[in-house]
């Protein structure tokens, strides 16, 4: 079935990829954005989270929301103005969608929200369930929240599916791009121990999963994001410097060095994530990239 999906975000690294593989497979595209016109020739649609406005006809004809907006989370240093930022750009956008659905005659069948591993916290049990509790950590508390947020768009019948999203590995930015800079330099290392795992998945195996949440009828919930295999930060920074042809001679940079380097952020660099794909792959998807060595490749093949 074709649809019409309104993506937020959509002008973003995942909302770009995300776009071109929907219009590939015959659904027609909006976006909402903080302007109105036109970007990557798809219709863009305004709202303005801190005035309570999404223009109304940014739902016409739409069948699926792809809930994608969302303030970096390590684009900056964690200051409080920064982590505020990082909370509202979630919690309120997603209620301000729902306070809107509510009171707007709309053709809105099914609801595709994004939250993160980081509701499991900086050092989970081995192969994570989407069952645990949201871990008392700061982006624990805003994934909790985040994810609260949509109960009322639940409540009133649409399909809802949560997608709760591990490191996005891309070539334009993100963990591939900022490993590879030392890296090429003669400089890179891995973080912390260089022991703790990371539970990462592939940008376009993020956007196919995107895809069958928009079009399978029986995902519903919260589903795990993430690749079966995640692999260790020393291992990650070992395969990103062979695609490249460069060695890795220095030790792991230590935890009191990031901490100098990004503050609070560090600890988030240095979580040790073990999250279990199994609920994922229990619908039937297939990683095209499950394993990091054949992720890596893809993504820096061009680069050498």
């Known amino acids: 079935m074709k649809q019409t999906v309104l993506i937020t975000g959509g002008t973003g690294l995942v909302g770009n990829h995300l776009s071109k593989l929907l219009l590939q497979k015959g659904h027609q595209v909006k976006l909402l954005g903080r302007n109105e016109g036109r970007f990557n020739n798809l219709p863009l649609y305004k709202w303005d989270i801190d005035a309570g406005f999404i223009d109304p006809k940014a739902f016409e004809g739409v069948d699926t929301i792809v809930h994608l907006a969302g303030a970096g989370i390590a684009d900056k240093r964690w200051t409080d103005a920064y982590k505020s930022q990082i909370y509202n750009s ?90 590879a800079k030392p890296v090429k330099l003669g400089i890179g290392a891995a973080l912390a121990s260089g022991k703790q795992l990371t539970s990462w998945i592939h940008i376009d195996d993020l956007c196919q999963l995107y895809a069958k949440a928009i079009t399978d009828p029986t995902m519903q919930g919260i589903y795990n994001a993430v690749t079966p295999h995640p692999e260790t930060n020393q291992q990650l920074t070992t395969l990103i410097a062979q695609q490249l042809n460069k060695p890795l001679i220095l030790p792991p940079v230590p935890k009191w060095v990031l901490k100098i380097l990004f503050g609070e952020v560090a600890d988030m660099l240095a979580a040790n994530q073990w999250i279990s794909a199994q609920k994922i792959q229990q619908t039937g998807f297939t990683f095209e990239y499950p394993k990091a060595s054949d992720a890596i490749g893809s993504l820096l093949h061009h680069t050498k």
Not at 117 to 138: K, V
Not at 146 to 171: D, H, M
Request: proline share 7%; with cysteine; hydrophobic share 40%.
């Open 90 to 179: 979630r919690i309120l956008s997603t209620r301000l969608l729902a306070k809107t659905l509510s009171g707007l005659p709309h053709s809105v069948k099914n609801f595709v929200s994004t939250s993160a591993t980081g509701w499991y916290g900086l050092n989970t049990p081995e192969a994570t369930t989407e069952e645990l509790p949201a871990a008392p950590t700061f982006l624990g508390t805003v994934c909790r929240d985040w994810e609260a947020e949509t109960y009322p768009i639940q409540q009133s019948g649409i399909r809802t599916t949560i997608l709760r999203v591990g490191v996005v590995f891309a070539k334009e930015s993100g963990f591939i791009p900022e490993v």
